[in-house]
């Protein structure tokens, strides 16, 4: 029989006296439940992950719920978490789920990993605390763990730092209170061992820990080489009736913001306002350009300069087809649509709402 490692060990003794038991997807723990979790949880803090979640598993309660809905349901659900790609990869998994597996998880790893956007970690974490099966995770709370206890320099999106991990993460795992341990160790990096100001002093495994040996534990996990990030400027074409509506455009699937609605976007106040000419008939003589917003992205910086347009008549007659294969509609302002919307895009169609 394989011995519980000394670093499972101790984590499974703390665990019992200070490990988490209120978050959501704890209790009537299900395949599904942990899955749609741990998907949130990428990117995002539990404490801003946890109303998304109870609102979502109250919508679409069951796998075959979210196979069944549409793109929009979902992507509405999903707005302000950002990582769009995460909610259409969910989406797409769940009618594969349901289509190729009858509605049930598969209940190895491959078969998971197979499914868009779960990766390895994901797919231990549904295995191990819905499944009852044994399989390493590494999810950023784990790898910060590893590194500062294993003293494992680099950043972590390296491969030989991330296959270094990995092969700490697997030998650590228990054979038995897999699902025990698994919770233990992403909520010791949750709530001791954190990436600031960490809590050294209770924390069940600190008389080994090599970071805290040589007080380094700033140092651990290495960061990623940081790059500027570059600036982009762009203009929406608003189009606004008189009777508060505004005219949106579906995005291609892919890409930033990919399968949500926003205004259409241009790189030059000249081509927006070509656009509501062409599209719209609105002559120039109606554009009003309205002060430049930002956001930050993973990789750029956005200034967005909104062109708005009041129409002269209601609801314009739009194209039989699809414009650059993106669809158009007119939504109501009041109150504002409940389809997948980017968070600054909310911003704006709220404002608009109470200017209307």
């Avoid at 998971?112 to 009852?132: D, E, K, V, Y």
């Avoid at 927006?272 to 000419?277: C, E, I």
């Avoid at 129409?311 to 993106?326: F, G, W, Y």
Wanted: positive net charge.
């Amino acid at each position: 029989m394989t011995a519980t490692p000394a670093f499972a060990h101790a984590l499974l003794h703390w665990f019992d006296q200070h490990g988490r038991s209120h978050l959501p997807w704890q209790h009537n723990r299900t395949p599904y439940r942990v899955w749609v979790s741990e998907i949130m949880l990428q990117q995002t803090q539990v404490s801003t992950a946890i109303p998304f979640y109870e609102r979502f598993m109250a919508a679409m309660p069951t796998v075959r719920d979210l196979a069944k809905a549409p793109e929009d349901t979902v992507l509405h659900l999903w707005t302000g978490l950002g990582y769009y790609a995460r909610a259409r990869n969910l989406h797409r998994s769940a009618k594969l789920i349901c289509t190729d597996y009858d509605g049930r998880f598969p209940d190895n790893l491959d078969d998971l990993i197979s499914l868009p956007g779960i990766g390895r970690s994901t797919a231990g974490a549904i295995l191990c605390l819905a499944m009852g099966g044994r399989a390493p995770i590494l999810d950023g709370n784990v790898k910060r763990v590893l590194a500062r206890y294993y003293a494992v320099e680099g950043w972590p999106g390296q491969r030989a730092v991330s296959d270094q991990l990995w092969a700490l993460a697997e030998r650590n795992t228990p054979h038995k209170r897999v699902a025990d341990y698994t919770q233990a160790i992403m909520d010791l990096g949750a709530t001791c061992c954190k990436r600031t100001q960490p809590s050294c002093t209770t924390c069940p495994v600190q008389t080994k820990c090599r970071a805290l040996a040589t007080q380094s534990q700033a140092a651990f996990p290495g960061r990623k080489p940081q790059k500027p990030k570059p600036s982009r400027q762009c203009w929406f074409a608003i189009a606004i009736t008189s009777s508060g509506e505004v005219l949106l455009q579906k995005r291609a699937a892919t890409g930033i913001w990919g399968g949500l609605w926003a205004p259409p976007e241009f790189s030059d106040e000249g081509s927006a306002t070509q656009w509501l000419q062409n599209t719209v008939g609105i002559s120039a003589d109606h554009y009003d350009l309205g002060a430049p917003f930002h956001h930050v992205f993973t990789h750029f910086k956005l200034e967005a300069t909104p062109v708005y347009a009041q129409c002269s008549e209601n609801r314009p007659a739009l194209p039989t087809v699809k414009v650059d294969d993106e669809e158009l509609r007119w939504f109501s302002l009041h109150p504002v649509p409940s389809v997948g919307l980017p968070a600054p895009i909310v911003r704006l169609l709220k404002t608009l709402s109470n200017n209307a």
